[in-house]
């Protein structure tokens, strides 16, 4: 049942890939809009390059949390899957694994590459991927609360971000300190298992507090 | 409840299976929240919905086994063809349906040669074709339809009344909310009517 929810909404992303793209483009835009306004100083820009990195990459999944929902909402799908015979954890746990390969994916694919502009090491790019990695499935996890509960209202993608931005900071500190550990030389484990932790614990109740979401915004 | 009106109260029926019941009453008399009540999507500020003697709320997903609803949105995909919609849906409820069933069920609700094109090249009525083929291939009990009617021509309201018969003749219940006559014998329809 996972799979085919999963395979539908790959399938949906395909159909528009346009959306997809801009998620990244805007990614690749605003990383590369520092190394521009800051000049050739690669002491500043190595210091500062995992938290743009990772700032950039919270941002862009603002762009696509919005549409996580609305677009089923709007062409009825949505009341379909609430009254399909399986948990609606489920159905949102599919939702967000797709959510995350659609426009999470791509923009830790692309990390090591736009992170070459900092002047980074061959070693912290890799970390960079790694963190990216790790911590991104809690950009759509919790995002998809936030999506499931703002759906249908007007103004709702000003409102995500004010509701999920805040909720994201403890991966903002935990991905972007492990990649500053190791430009540091200390070792980015402990960053690393703690964000590996957070995202485990989203896992678990994000799906629960997203399908109670839905359940209020399509009464 | 609807905000702060109270639409209807002292609802109170059982229905067997094989009969039909057609909903009528003004715009805004509660005909699609009634159906949405029964469906579980809305929980009714008083009282209770049963299957079969218990009630829906703790059934859970189990009752969704028995349900099929179709709203008045149709719940049909642009970006997917009629094929693909058919199949996906059913699938998420636990029916596979393989690419030539779908291709059959599709060719009786008057699609054929439209089976691949992307949903959103087709018009109002060949859409709601689409949803209405649902009812070929579901095998639950209870249907509930919001106004499926709209936009449906001469020979697509024929396909749905037989539809609508045959589900009865096989012990179904079907609750339609319509203004059309649906033309089926008097001892299998009731009429429950709302008022503003």
């Known amino acids: ?219 | 409840m609807r905000g702060d009106r109270r639409l209807f109260s002292e609802l109170d029926f059982a229905v067997s299976p094989g009969t039909l019941v057609q909903l009528t009453g003004p715009n805004g008399s509660g005909k699609t929240s009634l159906l949405r009540i029964l469906c579980g999507l809305l929980a009714p500020a008083e009282g209770e919905v049963k299957w079969q003697g218990a009630n829906i709320r703790s059934l859970g997903e189990e009752y969704f086994t028995s349900v099929t609803y179709l709203g008045h949105r149709h719940g049909v995909k642009d970006e997917l063809s009629a094929v693909e919609n058919l199949r996906i849906s059913n699938a998420l409820n636990g029916i596979e349906v393989s690419k030539q069933r779908a291709r059959a069920v599709l060719e009786q609700m008057g699609l054929a040669g439209r089976e691949l094109l992307p949903a959103r090249l087709l018009s109002e009525g060949q859409r709601r074709r689409v949803a209405l083929a649902r009812l070929l291939v579901c095998d639950t009990t209870l249907w509930l339809l919001d106004e499926v009617m709209t936009s449906l021509d001469k020979g697509a309201v024929a396909l749905v009344r037989s539809l609508i018969e045959n589900h009865l003749a096989n012990g179904g219940i079907a609750f339609v909310a319509t203004h059309q006559e649906l033309g089926l014998p008097d001892t299998l329809t009731r009429r429950l009517e709302l008022t503003t």
């Open chain 1, 1 to 219: 049942m996972l799979r085919w929810i999963v395979w539908r909404d790959l399938m949906l992303a395909w159909r528009r890939r346009a959306d997809m793209l801009s998620t990244v483009f805007f990614f690749v835009i605003v990383v590369s809009l520092f190394p521009f306004g800051i000049g050739p100083e690669t002491e500043l820009l190595r210091k500062i390059a995992p938290g743009v990195v990772w700032v950039a990459a919270l941002l862009a999944s603002m762009l696509s949390l919005s549409r996580m929902f609305a677009n089923d909402y709007q062409d009825g799908t949505l009341e379909q899957l609430l009254l399909t015979p399986q948990p609606l954890y489920l159905v949102v746990l599919g939702k967000t694994l797709a959510h995350w390969i659609i426009a999470e994916v791509p923009l830790v694919l692309i990390a090591p590459l736009v992170g070459a502009q900092f002047d980074l090491s061959n070693e912290t790019l890799a970390l960079l991927f790694v963190s990216l990695l790790v911590g991104t499935p809690v950009l759509s996890l919790i995002g998809s609360v936030g999506a499931a509960l703002t759906l249908g209202l007007r103004g709702g993608g000003v409102l995500i971000s004010i509701l999920v931005l805040p909720l994201y900071i403890p991966a903002l500190i935990f991905g972007a300190g492990a990649v500053e550990a190791s430009i540091m030389g200390l070792s980015p484990a402990p960053h690393l298992y703690l964000l590996g932790a957070f995202a485990i614990v989203s896992a678990i109740f994000s799906p629960w507090a997203a399908a109670a979401g839905l359940r209020i915004s399509l009464e």
